[in-house]
């Protein structure tokens, strides 16, 4: 009886410090919890939209650790005016950190005024702000990647694949006939990984011919049209497609395909980012190569970086360039890798 009792009263013990553990813990949960805005400068923007949902996955990871959150995610559809009211919007309603995807890059100055009014930290991704704009307030930061990186990769790629098929000069003349397909005037993504791009070819023994260039805004249907104009121009003379990004190499691969041309008849692509149509494109021989920007390893920077941000932990651990900037390093796919990346992307979108 006697033994019973103690029983009794030492669960009860328990008990009670359990459900005080627990409210303890509710308590620091809630203090801690990441309540995210984030707006984006397109969403009908590929890559965008799957860097957005790897960016959601990383956070619902962060639930393993105990922290709690909440991403509401906004479509600015191209008008930097609409993002300045969708960051006050955000505000208002409780975000504590920002992750902003800037319509124009070189205009942020009301979202920085909004948010260092009510001194919720911003994490800009993808659209790199100029680096003054960045040095006006200390709890701004940039998630994103090296364009020139992307250039000189995109370059090697298509070096190794041009001097190991003698056939990509099909006129014979010893030089290449290029065309490139170009992302939006003024992002920091387009005329780096042009320039770089031709520049590492050169580099590498490769003699080149520009026929054209064409703006797509890296917009597949965009990139289809103006492909057709340049085949309307150039007939065969196309020999290589360099594009700022997939979904432009896919649209002028598009092109092609609407005039029934043969795999002889068509020029090589090349292209950036490895979105899931443009790592099948690789897999299935259509695009020659592509670059992979890590929308997971960006996606997982940006959500430590926000629960950082917001819990005031773990910020010694993140590896800052100049205490503000975190570049994601590319990689090169090609035929012979491309598994990996399609098993890799398979495994983390379970
Ligand atoms: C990507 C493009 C994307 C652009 C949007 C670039 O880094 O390579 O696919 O359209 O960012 O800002
Ligand atoms: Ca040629």
Redesign the pocket.
């Known amino acids: 009886m006697k033994i019973r009792k103690v029983l009794a009263a030492g669960m009860i013990c328990c008990i009670s410090a359990q459900l005080l553990c627990a409210c303890a813990e509710q308590q620091t949960e809630s203090a801690d919890k990441i309540y995210v805005g984030v707006t984006c ?1 397109n969403r009908s ?4 939209e799957e860097l957005i949902n790897a960016f959601k996955d990383k956070m619902s990871d962060l639930e393993e650790e105990n922290l709690d959150s909440v991403v509401t995610i906004r479509d600015a559809a191209g008008s930097q005016r609409t993002q300045n009211d969708q960051v006050r919007e955000l505000i208002d309603a409780g975000c504590n950190v920002l992750c902003v ?1 800037l319509v124009d890059r070189a205009d942020p100055s009301e979202i920085i005024d909004l948010a260092r009014e009510s001194d919720v930290p911003i994490i800009f991704f ?2 790199e702000p100029v680096a003054e704009d960045l040095q006006q307030w200390d709890k701004m930061y940039y998630v ?2 090296d364009a020139k990186e ?1 250039g000189v990769m995109q370059g090697e790629i298509a070096a190794d694949v041009i001097l190991a098929d003698s056939q990509i000069d099909r006129n014979k003349d010893g030089k290449i006939q290029y065309v490139v397909l170009e ?2 005037p003024g ?1 920091q ?1 387009a005329i780096i990984r042009t320039e770089n791009a031709v520049e590492t070819l050169r580099d590498k023994g490769i003699k080149l011919e520009k026929l054209n260039y064409g703006i797509a805004n ?1 917009n597949r249907a965009q990139a289809q049209n103006r492909m057709q104009q340049l085949i309307g121009q150039y007939q065969n003379e196309i020999e290589l497609v360099l594009a ?4 432009m190499a896919l649209g002028a691969i598009d092109a092609y395909k609407k005039l029934n041309r043969t795999e002889a008849g068509m020029p090589v692509f090349f292209g ?2 490895g ?1 899931d149509a443009g790592l099948k494109a690789v897999a299935d021989s259509e695009l020659a190569g592509t670059v992979y ?1 890590d929308k997971d390893g960006q996606a997982e920077a940006m959500a430590k970086l926000a629960a950082a941000l917001v819990t005031g932990e773990g910020m010694d651990e993140i590896q800052f360039r100049e205490g503000k900037y975190i570049y994601v390093p590319y990689s090169k796919v090609t035929l012979e890798n491309v598994g990996d990346y399609i098993k890799k992307e398979e495994q983390q979108s379970r």
């Open positions: 400068y923007d590929t890559f965008l995807n993808n659209r994103g990647a992307s992302g939006e992002h993504d890296w700022n990004n997939d979904d950036i980012d979105t920007n």
